[in-house]
T-cell receptor
Framework: GQNIDQPTEMTATEGAIVQINCTYQ??????LFWYQQHAGEAPTFLSY????GLEEKGRFSSFLSRSKGYSYLLLKELQMKDSASYLC????????FGAGTTVTVRA | DTEVTQTPKHLVMGMTNKKSLKCEQH?????MYWYKQKAKKPPELMFV???????INESVPSRFSPECPNSSLLNLHLHALQPEDSALYLC?????????????FGSGTQLSVL
C-alpha cells in the first residue's frame, strides 16, 4: 500500500489561491487522484496524474513529481462552495486514501 | 447514465436487526466496492468485487456480508451490528479493478446502530 500524507486543515479567503500538498511512498506507484468531498456527500473525482507535470482544469490544477513522491492540488479564485475535504488517493495494487484536507473558505 | 445509486439513504437499526444496503450501477463497470467512512476520516475499503467475484476483503468482521448478484448490483448484508459500526457506507464502481481507474461513488447510506 501507500502511506499518503496531506495537511489536516487549511483556511483561505474567497477569491484567493490555496495549494494542498500531498506526499506518498513511490514504490509501486500507479498514478495519483484528487477527490473532493462535501460534508455528508460522496467523494467526486477532480483529477488524475500519472505523468510528471501540471494538469489544469479550469480553476483547479494538479501537479505531480513521481521522483519526489509529491503532488499538489491548486485551487484558484476560491468560492464559498469550494469549502470541502480534498482527498489525495493513490496506490500500487489497491487505492489508499490520504486523511483528507479540510478547506474552509471565508468571505 | 453515470450514476451509482445507493439505497436507503439513511438507516437506523438495533443491534439484533438484520438489514441490507443496496447499490446499483448501469455503466457496465466490472469492479464494485464497499467503503466505510467515519466522520472527519477518509473512506476505508471493506470489500471489492471484480467480475462478480470477491477479490478483496479487508478483514471485515463477519457481521458484514457482501453479495454481488450480478454485474450491476452490490449488496451489503448487516447482522448483529455494534454501535461503533455507525458510519457512512459508500458504494463505488470502476470500469475494471485497477489503481489507475477512477472511482464513481454513490451518495452513501448513513447508518446508525442503536
Amino acid at each position: 500500500g501507500q502511506n499518503i500524507d496531506q495537511p489536516t486543515e487549511m483556511t483561505a479567503t474567497e477569491g484567493a489561491i490555496v495549494q494542498i500538498n500531498c506526499t506518498y511512498q513511490t514504490s509501486g506507484f500507479n498514478g495519483l487522484f484528487w477527490y473532493q468531498q462535501h460534508a455528508g456527500e460522496a467523494p467526486t473525482f477532480l483529477s488524475y496524474n500519472v505523468l510528471d507535470g501540471l494538469e489544469e482544469k479550469g480553476r483547479f490544477s494538479s501537479f505531480l513529481s513521481r521522483s519526489k513522491g509529491y503532488s499538489y492540488l491548486l485551487l484558484k479564485e476560491l468560492q464559498m462552495k469550494d469549502s470541502a475535504s480534498y482527498l489525495c488517493v493513490g496506490g500500487d495494487y489497491k487505492l489508499s486514501f490520504g486523511a483528507g484536507t479540510t478547506v474552509t473558505v471565508r468571505a | 447514465d453515470t450514476e451509482v445509486t445507493q439505497t436507503p439513504k439513511h438507516l437506523v437499526m438495533g443491534m439484533t436487526n438484520k438489514k441490507s444496503l443496496k447499490c446499483e450501477q448501469h455503466m457496465g463497470h466490472r469492479a464494485m466496492y464497499w467503503y466505510k467512512q467515519k466522520a472527519k476520516k477518509p473512506p476505508e475499503l471493506m470489500f471489492v468485487y471484480s467480475y462478480e467475484k470477491l477479490s478483496i476483503n479487508e478483514s471485515v468482521p463477519s457481521r458484514f456480508s457482501p453479495e454481488c448478484p450480478n454485474s450491476s448490483l452490490l449488496n451489503l448484508h448487516l447482522h448483529a451490528l455494534q454501535p461503533e459500526d455507525s458510519a457512512l457506507y459508500l458504494c463505488a464502481s470502476s470500469p475494471v479493478l485497477a489503481t489507475n481507474e477512477k472511482l464513481f461513488f454513490g451518495s452513501g447510506t448513513q447508518l446508525s446502530v442503536l
